[in-house]
C-alpha cells in the first residue's frame, strides 16, 4: 500500500465541503419544484359523475360546482367538497351491517336498546328496520347542522316508536306494516325539513317484527291460540252457511208453492163461481135446455171413464140377463 497517496484528513474535509456545497446549489431549484407541484396539485380538482362539489373560500359558502375538472385557489385559500347527490344512503336500526353482499354479513353486537318498543296494547316487540335517503341540499346538509346523520338516526328512532306505541301488537305484526312505513316517511321528512338537514327520505321499511327472545314462547302460546280459536270459528261460519242458507231456501220454496196454491185454489173458485152464476143467468132464461146442457156436458165427462156400457130400454124391468157375471173384462 502506498501510503504516500492516502488523504489526510484536512483534505477529506475539504472534498466533503466541496460536494456539499455542491448539492446546495441545487435545493432551491428542488424547493421551487416541489412548490410548482403542490400548487398544481392544490390548484385542480375532480367532481365525480355523482357528486356535486361545494365550494368555500376562507370558510364561507360562494357556490357549487359540476361534475368534472376544475380549478381553485391553492393553499387553503379554496376549499371543495364532493357531496355524493345520487347515492342512496341507508340507516340501519336493531342491526348492523358488516359486510354486504351475496352472503351478507351482519353485526354480533346488541342493538335492543334502539330496537325494543312497546306497541299501543302495552305489548313489546324486537322492531328492526331501515331508512333509506339521498342527500338534496349539499349546502344545507354541511351548515345548517352539526351532525346530521346523528339528526337523521334519533329523529327516525323516534318517530318509529311513535307510530309502533299507536297500534297494537297485532297490528305491527301483520296488517298495519305498511301504512306504518308511510307514516314514518311522512314525518321523518316533514322534521328533518322543518332542521334544514337537506335530505330526501327515499323509503321507510319494517324489516323484522318479533317477541324479544325472553318472552317468544309465550308470544308463540297466544298465537297459535288465536289461530285455533280463528279455526273453529271458521268451521263452525262453514257449518252454518251449509245448513242456514239451506234450510232458508226450503223454507222459502215451501212459501212460494203454498202461495202458488193458494192463489191456484182462489183463482178456480173464482172462476168455478162466475162459471156457476153464469150456468145460473141462463138457467133463468131457459131451464130446460140449461138442464140438458148441462146433463151431455156431464155425459161427455163420465162416459170416457167408463169401461162397460150398457143401453137398454127405459121400459126393461131387469138388466141381468143382459150382464154375463163370469165375464172379467171386455166391453
Known amino acids: 500500500m502506498d501510503w504516500q497517496n492516502v488523504p489526510t484528513p484536512d483534505e477529506i474535509i475539504d472534498v466533503g465541503k466541496k460536494k456539499l456545497s455542491d448539492y446546495w446549489k441545487w435545493i432551491p431549484t428542488v424547493i421551487i419544484v416541489l412548490f410548482i407541484l403542490a400548487s398544481l396539485r392544490g390548484l385542480i380538482y375532480s367532481i365525480g359523475p355523482d357528486e356535486v362539489g361545494v365550494i368555500q373560500r376562507f370558510g364561507k ?14 393553499f387553503g385559500i379554496d376549499k371543495v367538497t364532493p357531496i355524493k ?32 318498543m312497546l306497541t299501543g296494547d302495552l305489548n313489546i316487540l324486537d322492531v328492526r328496520w331501515i331508512v333509506q335517503f339521498k342527500i338534496k341540499d349539499p349546502v344545507k346538509l354541511l351548515f345548517a347542522t352539526r351532525h346530521p346523520e346523528d339528526n337523521i338516526h334519533d329523529i327516525s328512532e323516534v318517530v318509529m316508536r311513535r307510530f309502533v306505541g299507536d297500534y297494537s301488537v297485532d297490528e305491527v305484526l301483520t ?7 308511510d307514516l314514518a316517511q311522512q314525518e321523518i321528512q316533514r322534521i328533518l325539513d322543518s332542521y334544514n338537514v337537506g335530505v330526501h327520505i327515499v323509503t321507510v321499511k319494517l324489516l323484522d317484527v ?11 302460546e297466544v298465537n297459535e291460540a288465536k289461530q285455533e280459536k280463528e279455526k273453529m270459528i271458521n268451521q263452525a261460519w262453514e257449518a252454518y252457511n251449509k245448513v242456514i242458507p239451506k234450510a232458508k231456501g226450503t223454507a222459502e220454496k215451501t212459501i212460494r208453492e203454498a202461495e202458488g196454491y193458494a192463489m191456484d185454489k182462489i183463482n178456480r173458485s173464482k172462476g168455478e163461481s162466475a162459471r156457476f152464476l153464469a150456468t145460473l143467468e141462463e138457467y133463468k132464461k131457459a131451464p130446460d135446455i140449461t138442464k140438458k146442457r148441462l146433463y151431455l156436458e156431464t155425459l161427455t165427462q163420465v162416459l170416457p171413464n167408463a169401461k162397460e156400457k150398457y143401453i137398454i130400454d127405459s121400459q126393461q124391468k131387469s138388466i141381468l140377463p143382459l150382464l154375463d157375471i163370469n165375464k172379467k173384462g171386455g166391453r
Open 210 to 220: 318479533n317477541p324479544p327472545e325472553a318472552v317468544k314462547s309465550a308470544f308463540n
Open 85 to 116: 347527490v345520487e347515492k342512496v344512503f341507508k340507516e340501519e336500526f336493531g342491526f348492523k351491517t358488516v359486510e354486504p353482499g351475496v352472503k351478507t354479513r351482519y353485526s354480533s353486537g346488541n342493538y335492543q336498546d334502539e330496537s325494543l
Open 61 to 74: 359558502f360562494i357556490g357549487l360546482s359540476s361534475p368534472g375538472l376544475h380549478a381553485k385557489i391553492p
Open 175 to 181: 296488517t298495519k306494516r305498511e301504512e306504518i312505513d
